[in-house]
């Protein structure tokens, strides 16, 4: 099986096999209750023969409680990559040891050297810190204790809370100078700096969840009320104010590596949306095209917002469409037409409340 290499993709994988909820993490649970220690190997014997020495082998079906007393004894216990079989217990495992390691325990310098040497998942149990460590490669992960784990989860909770009611706001004022034709670009710096620090601590948020496993049910349940139509949101608004016609998942996936510091940077921002710092002006008035006017109307397609985008492109020529003009676009009914032009005037009452 072709390992994971970069950090996210190693989680997941790691998260999958041995989250609470998994087959492997009841096991491990049992060994930590009982207070043992324990050092597990995920492979296949024939490849990993070069490393192993003694014990015996037993190919028997995985049961938790089976692992739970294999434990019990010295050495290695070898399990299958999909957790069904236990190939072998009681192994000593014989790696290279001039591979580096800075880890003090026998057990965990052998897990960390056979991870290294092999690439296989190695999963120690610590008797003494009661500590649950995994590593693959040279990545290696201890595992949060689920208490401090739910603590950090909720902390991430109430702060993706308060940055969704900070895009509410923004959003909000970034309509009312829409509608008043007078949007900045720095309006559309700090927009997208809300949005990006709203994602990075999404991102903290998904890695805190996907450890909790089954124990992460609730949270999840509050992070998707959270998330709801945020992607739509920020995409609507990548494509109302880029410069160029970068594709919107590429900007996207480079948000997503944006540190802190980044998105407090406006030049970075720029870059992004495909702006010169040198030959802009942060107080230039600049009129978005209308995805994020139209994203606010339910019952029409990505089509739809297309067609119309591309018709009167910008959000001023949009609202001062008729319904005969829009019904002879393209795919677009006289019905749909009147229920289009029925939202702008709710959404522009709306957005005239909001102002007072």
């Known amino acids: 099986m072709k390992k994971p290499t970069n950090r996210k993709k190693i989680l997941e994988y790691i998260f999958e096999i041995i989250s609470p909820g998994s087959k492997l993490r009841e096991a491990v649970g049992r060994i930590q209750e009982a207070k043992l220690g324990a050092l597990i190997v995920l492979g296949n014997p024939e ?27 010295d050495g290695a216990i070898i399990l299958s990559e999909d957790i069904e079989t236990i190939y072998g217990a009681n192994i000593q495992l014989q790696p290279n040891y001039n591979i580096e390691t800075d880890e003090s325990g026998t057990r965990h310098q052998a897990a960390h050297r056979i991870a290294q040497q092999k690439g296989n998942l190695v999963i120690t149990v610590s ?6 460590t995994v590593y693959l490669g040279k990545f290696r992960y201890l595992l949060n204790d689920i208490g401090s784990l739910l603590t950090k989860a909720s902390q991430a909770i ?7 009611i900070n895009i509410e706001k923004i959003r909000t004022n970034l309509s009312i100078l829409e509608y008043d034709n007078t949007v900045m670009l720095f309006d559309v710096i700090e927009c997208f700096r809300t ?5 990075r601590m999404s991102e903290e948020l998904k890695e805190y969840m996907s450890e909790l496993g089954t ?18 949101g920020f995409e609507a608004l990548i494509k109302d104010y880029q410069k160029d016609c970068t594709k ?7 948000v997503k590596d944006l540190t802190k ?42 089509k739809d ?7 009167f492109s910008g959000v001023q020529s949009i609202l001062a469409a008729s319904v005969q003009k829009v019904t002879e676009l393209k795919g677009i009914s006289k019905f749909k037409a009147l229920h289009i032009s029925k939202a702008l005037k709710r959404i522009k009452n709306k957005t005239a409340l909001d102002r007072e």
């Open 248 to 254: 919107i998942e590429k900007i996207l996936n480079k």
């Open 47 to 73: 490849e990993l023969k070069d490393v192993m020495g003694g014990g015996f082998e037993l190919n028997a079906e995985y049961s938790p409680q089976r692992v739970y007393e294999l434990s019990k004894m």
């Open 195 to 199: 949005y990006g620090l709203f994602f």
């Open 305 to 311: 917002k297309e067609t119309l985008v591309k018709e």
């Open 215 to 232: 124990e992460g049910r609730l949270i999840k349940i509050q992070y998707e009320e959270i998330m709801l139509n945020k992607n739509e």
């Open 261 to 302: 510091e980044d998105l407090l940077d406006d030049e970075k921002i720029l870059n992004l949306l495909g702006y010169d710092i040198n030959a802009t002006n942060l107080d230039e008035k600049i009129e978005p095209r209308g995805y994020g006017l139209l994203n606010n109307i339910s019952k029409i397609t990505k």
């Open 158 to 164: 109430t702060a993706l809370e308060k940055y969704s």
């Open 127 to 132: 008797e003494r810190r009661n500590k649950i």
